[in-house]
């Protein structure tokens, strides 16, 4: 069983950044990958980025590669969303999910938890 627990969301102008964070916790979080997702209104929940046990290897949507950076830190159970130039269409909930099993990290099917979602809102 893992628990994760997402913070650092909030308001922001475009153009600016925000660094999100997910604590982890109930397994060895060395041991399996991590990826963020994100849910605008009526939309559905999409791939953002995703990082490996090491954090050796990491992988990004289209829409945000060069713009945001995923990264872990596994002494502190931590996973980081560092976003900067936001813009509007990043406007969204953003879950952290973890991933104990073999699977494509770029589909929601690939993690079996998931953090409840912090709110990000880019203003223009």
């Known amino acids: 069983q893992v628990q994760l627990v997402e913070s650092g969301g909030g308001l922001v102008q475009a153009g600016g950044s925000l660094r999100l964070s997910c604590a982890a916790s109930?397994?060895?979080?060395?041991?399996?990958?991590m990826g963020w997702f994100r849910q605008a209104p009526g939309k559905e929940r999409e791939f953002v980025a995703a990082?490996?046990?090491?954090?050796?290897?990491?992988y990004y949507a289209d829409s945000v590669k060069g713009r945001f950076t995923i990264s872990r830190d596994n002494a502190k159970n931590t996973v980081y969303l560092q976003m900067n130039s936001l813009k509007p269409e990043d406007t969204a909930v953003y879950y952290c999910?973890?991933?104990?099993?073999?699977?494509?990290?770029?589909?929601?099917?690939?993690?079996?938890?998931w953090g409840q979602g912090t709110q990000v809102t880019v203003s223009s």
């Open positions: 109930g397994h060895t979080f060395s041991s399996y990958a």
């Open positions: 999910a973890a991933n104990l099993r073999s699977g494509n990290l770029y589909y929601t099917s690939a993690y079996g938890y």
């Open positions: 990082i490996n046990w090491s954090g050796g290897n990491t």
